[in-house]
Structure formats: C-alpha cells, structure tokens
C-alpha cells in the first residue's frame, strides 16, 4: 500500500542553521511527491511538488528531490528563519490507489532567533 | 479567486448535540476531501467525495459520521451525537478533475473548523 514516513518532531533551530526534514515513502504506482506546511491556526498550504523521479521542487528557499532508488523526498533550507515556525508535512498522491492523498503525521519546526 | 471556504470556523457544541461543518470548495474543483487533525497529532484522512458521490469513506467512523457533496451547494461533514473525542480540527481540501495520468493534482486546503465539544 502507499504510506509516508516523516521523522519525528518537534525540530528546534537557531536562524539561519540548516535545515533537514526527512521523508520516505512507499507506493504502488508512480507518485507524485509534496510537501505542505500548516502555519499556526491556519490550513495546510503547497509548499513545493515533484512529480517524477529526479525532479526537484523548490520554493522560498526550501528544495526537495525525488529519489526513486532511496525512496525518499527530504526537504531542505540552508538558513531557516524565524518566520518559517510551522509545522510541515510530506504527502503523495497515487493514480494507481485512485486519486488518493496520503500524508506523513507532521514534523514542528520552531526556530529561535 | 476565492479559496476553499469552511464554516464555521469555530464551533462549540455539547455532548450528544449535532455538528454540521460545511466547505465550498475552488471554483472548478469537483473534488472533496475531509481530514481530521486532532491536537499534537497529524492529519487522518476522512473521506473523499465527488460531487454527488462518495469515492473514499475508508477514513469515516462507522457510527455518527457522515459526509455528503450535493450536486448544489457545499460539501457538509455531519457529526451526530457528538462526544469529546470529536474535538478536533476538521479541514476540508479541493482539487480539479484529474487529469491524464501523467499528470499532478494538488490539494487546496481551507482554514479548517475548529469544534470544540463540553
């Protein structure tokens, strides 16, 4: 079946450290690959996609590759700011499973000035 | 361009009450899907509906829980008899038809209801 698998939170970071969230994934077919964050009190929001393998998604400074051969889509900022507290969530979706959307639990991050 | 709309966003009820969470999705999005997201914990998919019909209830309780997406008007997840373990964050996402296969959908969320029940 599909699933996600995120590494376990809560992260905390000074500013501008780097930052690694680690997401892995199993399917059945050929997924797409996203990562959403959910901001304080608000809904989830696209952060970045990749939709084959080796495609690379980036977007505000963060960047996830689409590993086949390790099954994974980690994502990335080199210098994390306070603004990007949040909680982050790697997700696929699979046309195979019918259209389905399967997301990992979430990894906080906070970050300190 | 609107967004996806829910309402209420907060909604308080009592134990054994009924609570009724509505979500307009985009304009264009035929597709409908509810989670749950319980505090400290992460995002439990519910059920995924097209317009009139429902794909995906594998997420839904069997009991007190049910959704529907009419062919007018906004999608509505109903919560009969609710008990303090509904508590929680209900969000509600969209996406368009889905296209060649080849293709990439994406997930539009909205705010989320927030029910809180005494």
């Known amino acids: 079946g599909n699933s996600v698998t995120q590494m376990e939170g809560p992260v905390t970071l000074s500013e501008e450290a780097f930052l690694t969230i680690n997401c892995t994934y199993t399917a059945t077919g050929y997924p797409s690959l996203f990562w959403y964050v959910q901001y304080p009190g608000e809904g989830l929001q696209l952060l970045l996609k990749a939709t084959k393998a080796d495609d690379k998604g980036s977007n505000k400074g963060f960047e996830a590759t689409y590993r086949k051969e390790t099954t994974s889509f980690h994502l990335e900022k080199g210098s994390v700011q306070v603004s990007d507290s949040a909680v982050y969530f790697c997700?696929?979706?699979?046309?195979?499973?019918?259209?389905?959307?399967?997301f990992g639990t979430g990894t906080s991050l906070t970050v300190i000035p | 361009n609107a967004g996806v709309m829910q309402n209420p966003r907060h909604l308080v009820r009592r134990r054994g009450q009924e609570a009724r969470l509505r979500c307009s999705p985009m304009k264009g999005h035929s597709h409908v899907y509810w989670y749950r997201q319980l505090p400290e914990e992460g995002l439990k998919f519910m059920v995924y509906?097209?317009?009139?019909?429902?794909?995906?209830e594998s997420g839904m309780p069997k009991e007190r829980f049910s959704a529907e997406f009419p062919k007018e008007g906004p999608s509505i997840l109903r919560i009969q008899q609710v008990v303090r373990g509904d508590s929680a964050a209900y969000f509600c996402?969209?996406?368009?038809?889905?296209?060649?296969?080849?293709?990439?959908?994406?997930?539009?969320f909205g705010a989320g209801s927030r029910l809180t029940v005494l």
């Open positions: 509906l097209q317009k009139e019909n429902i794909i995906d």
């Open positions: 997700a696929l979706s699979d046309r195979v499973t019918g259209n389905q959307f399967y």
């Open positions: 996402a969209s996406s368009p038809p889905w296209g060649p296969p080849s293709g990439a959908n994406v997930l539009t």
